[in-house]
């Protein structure tokens, strides 16, 4: 089945400095990608996603990569602030007959940015 | 809009006891999904249910179960409580049943086993 790999597991970045977490996948056919950022003791929040037909996708001061042929994506976060301190989760959803709502999610990386 | 609301937020059980968890979705939304998150594992997939019907489950014993009503609240239901079982147990709902539809979590309802 799908697996998702995350890395790093912590990054620590002065306020203003860029962050970049990626992850890789191993099942193919795999084709949509969400972020989602989880701060302390609150739900995971969506804050982007890409689907496969799409090789960038921006928000403002969040962008995530996708590389189908390498089986890799990223999130990148320019001008880091201090609310942006969370656990970040990619995820992957590997394709069962059509069905969704499953989601394998990587280990999470724990940002944080210091003022 | 009210998002996704998870009952209760906090349970303590004993080991063997089975507990209920409950979930309401946001209004429109007939797909919903159950995961649970642990320090060690991370968000793993439990269950998901669309129309009343388990279209997916993760890998977990049998222990692990759930059903969706016809106005897609779900519940899921834990029996035989082991001390591994202490964990977040996360519920979110979607509105389109095609693959890549972003998914809305609850707040959770953390259990602990004693």
């Known amino acids: 089945g799908e697996n998702v790999e995350q890395h790093p597991s912590t990054l620590s970045v002065q306020e203003g400095d860029s962050a970049v977490i990626k992850c890789t996948y191993s099942?193919?056919?795999?084709?949509?990608f969400p972020w989602y950022k989880q701060e302390l003791g609150k739900r995971p929040q969506l804050i982007i996603d890409?689907?496969?037909?799409?090789g960038e996708k921006k928000d403002q001061r969040i962008a995530v990569t996708l590389n189908k042929t390498a089986k890799h994506f990223s999130l990148h976060i320019t001008e880091t602030q201090p609310e942006d301190s969370a656990v970040y989760f990619c995820a992957a959803e590997p394709i069962y007959g059509g069905s969704q709502g499953n989601l394998i999610f990587g280990k999470g990386t724990k940002l944080s940015v210091k003022p | 809009k009210a998002g996704v609301t998870q009952t209760p937020r906090y349970l303590i059980k004993t080991r063997g006891q089975q507990v209920t968890l409950s979930c309401s979705p946001i209004s429109g939304h007939r797909s919903v999904s159950w995961y649970q998150q642990t320090p060690g594992q991370g968000l793993q997939f439990l269950f998901e249910?669309?129309?009343?019907?388990?279209?997916n489950k993760g890998n977990f014993p049998g222990r692990f179960s759930g059903r969706q009503f016809s106005n897609s609240r779900s519940e899921m239901n834990v029996s035989t409580l082991e001390l591994g079982d202490s964990a977040l147990y996360l519920c979110?709902?979607?509105?389109?049943?095609?693959?890549?539809?972003?998914?809305?979590f609850g707040n959770g309802t953390r259990l602990t086993v004693t």
């Open positions: 099942d193919s056919a795999s084709n949509y």
């Open positions: 979110a709902s979607s509105l389109d049943p095609g693959v890549g539809s972003p998914l809305h």
């Open positions: 890409i689907r496969s037909n799409v």
């Open positions: 249910y669309f129309s009343e019907t388990q279209r």
